[in-house]
């Protein structure tokens, strides 16, 4: 098993920026591809950042492109989600993901194909 717990998140003005971490623990050498999802209020979980085992290959969804960037240190277990220029659409529950996926796969930007996931972290942009 693999436990994830995110933290970082918080009350922001429109502008401004956050970063969120993640950190992994347990059987940590059985993951791969990690990612970061969202989910605001009445809307579906929506696909954030992905990045590869060796932070190599990263994807990201259209809507945080040129804003957001994901990054890893796997000597910590930890993966990173810096949040720039943050507008109040980014305004969710974002939440940490970890896939068991072969390495060859790279990425994955499907929720179904992550195995792990931490419990979010709140973050709210003000206009």
């Known amino acids: 098993q693999v436990q994830l717990v995110e933290s970082g998140g918080g009350l922001v003005q429109a502008g401004g920026s956050l970063r969120l971490s993640c950190a992994a623990s347990g059987r940590t050498t059985s993951i791969y591809a990690m990612g970061w999802f969202r989910q605001a209020p009445g809307k579906e979980r929506e696909f954030v950042a992905a990045?590869?085992?060796?932070?190599?290959?990263?994807e990201y969804g259209d809507s945080v492109k040129g804003r957001f960037t994901i990054s890893r240190d796997n000597a910590k277990h930890a993966v990173y989600l810096q949040m720039n220029n943050l507008k109040p659409e980014d305004t969710a529950v974002y939440y940490c993901?970890?896939?068991?996926?072969?390495?060859?796969?790279?990425?994955?930007?499907?929720?179904?194909?992550?195995?792990?996931w931490g419990q979010g972290t709140q973050v709210t942009v003000s206009s």
């Open positions: 990045i590869s085992w060796s932070g190599g290959v990263t």
């Open positions: 993901a970890a896939s068991r996926l072969p390495r060859i796969v790279l990425v994955t930007t499907d929720s179904n194909e992550y195995d792990y």
